[in-house]
């Protein structure tokens, strides 16, 4: 299959991954991909853990309803490249990323009559509303709803985030949820957790470990309070893969609490690195989560084998079970992360247990990058038979 994907992210993080994964994934099943993004770019840069700075820059210093309509203006921009790439690719289908003010994929979908895969990450409008601000809420929600309806399939990751679609009236048919995934090989080749923290110099420590771009919301200073209070073993040490805005705090949290080298920041790291960090935890954190979210991390701690801690919240019970692949605390219990860590913290034959739920919930969900891609193909298969049919 001749696969046209677009997409508009620029930053290098979970979103970049995402991408590249589901790229290589195509390609590697034999599916031939042209890509159509900002830059022009098609190669992986393997950095994570950052920002795209101008794109912020821009955003902070221009008012919010004139930020908005520079993107959907560059939907004009996108549609020019994608139906040039179209004309020359001769693609089966199109493939987009959504992203909020971005209606290429489905101007493209009308003028040619290909059919338009569209995959949800989350209810941007929303989302930018609540967290950064809109100056044309209207207008966001309507250019959200048109993408949404106008695509032959949607694929949301998470079935909490698959009920924002169909409130906009998207039927069930054309739903299908398809979470995050993992490159099995990528995490295969990852050392022992004896050898892994033997790299970090913490041979004989419990290693609590995050990774992502960390924020304020995630909770993380919860997990540093605990580090320094009774419950927590001394040999405990805190590992956060990656770098983000709450990093400043979350370290002078700890140089006050006089944690010293028990906490640390790898900062921004190439993403080939992250397994051979994350098979040093013994408790993988997911302290905080958005409630429509499939996090990328989530999976990467399954496909090592980790003994996760995350909220009990709908879009976590998709993958997580509480007691079978990890512990499960209620968002609203103001002690609940903390009393989860120290159950885990001194029951060594608790964490060997979640640890094995967690590697098999990989094969029994199918979580990979490489069944996702040919869920896709299958998809468009599909949308493209009846758009044949209709012909």
Do not use: C
């Not at 690719?89 to 987009?96: N, T």
């Not at 967290?131 to 949301?156: Q, S, Y």
């Not at 099995?184 to 790299?199: G, I, M, Q, V």
């Amino acid at each position: 299959m001749r696969i046209l994907y677009h997409h508009r992210t620029a930053s290098k993080d979970g979103q970049a991954v995402h991408i590249e994964e589901m790229i290589t994934a195509l390609r590697e099943q034999g599916h031939e991909v042209r890509v159509v993004a900002p830059g022009g770019h098609d190669e992986p840069s393997g950095q994570m853990g950052a920002e795209v700075g101008w794109v912020a820059r821009l955003r902070a210093r221009l008012p919010k309803a004139v930020y908005e309509l520079l993107e959907l203006a560059y939907t004009l921009v996108a549609y020019r490249r994608l139906a040039a790439a179209a004309r020359e690719f001769k693609p089966d289908v199109i493939y987009e990323r959504y992203n909020l003010f971005l209606l290429a994929g489905l101007m493209l979908k009308r003028k040619t009559g290909l059919p338009l895969l569209l995959e949800v990450n989350a209810p941007l409008a929303e989302e930018r509303g609540k967290f950064g601000g809109l100056g044309l809420p209207r207008l966001a929600r309507w250019a959200e709803a048109k993408a949404w309806r106008g695509a032959d399939f949607v694929l949301p990751v998470t079935d909490v985030l698959a009920d924002h679609v169909r409130a906009v009236g998207v039927p069930e048919s054309r739903i299908v949820v398809i979470p995050n995934g993992i490159n099995e090989s990528h995490f295969a080749a990852a050392p022992s957790p004896d050898a892994a923290k033997a790299l970090l110099g913490w041979p004989d420590a419990l290693v609590l470990g995050f990774t992502g771009f960390v924020r304020d919301w995630h909770g993380m200073d919860r997990v540093i309070r605990w580090m320094a209070g009774e419950g927590a073993p001394a040999n405990a040490r805190l590992l956060i893969v990656g770098d983000g805005p709450a990093r400043p705090d979350l370290e002078r949290l700890a140089a006050e609490l006089k944690l010293g080298d028990r906490v640390r920041f790898t900062g921004v790291i190439h993403r080939d690195q992250v397994p051979a960090l994350v098979a040093a935890f013994d408790i993988a954190l997911q302290p905080a989560v958005v409630a429509y979210a499939s996090p990328l991390k989530l999976i990467e701690y399954l496909a090592l084998g980790k003994a996760i801690v995350a909220p009990n919240q709908p879009n976590i019970a998709e993958v997580l079970a509480h007691d079978q692949n990890a512990l499960l605390f209620e968002p609203g219990d103001v002690s609940g992360l903390e009393r989860s860590l120290a159950r885990l913290a001194h029951d060594h034959e608790l964490r060997g247990r979640l640890g094995q739920g967690a590697y098999d919930t990989i094969s029994r969900l199918q979580l990979t990058w490489a069944g996702n891609a040919r869920k896709a193909v299958q998809l468009g298969a599909r949308a493209a038979a009846g758009v044949e049919q209709a012909a």
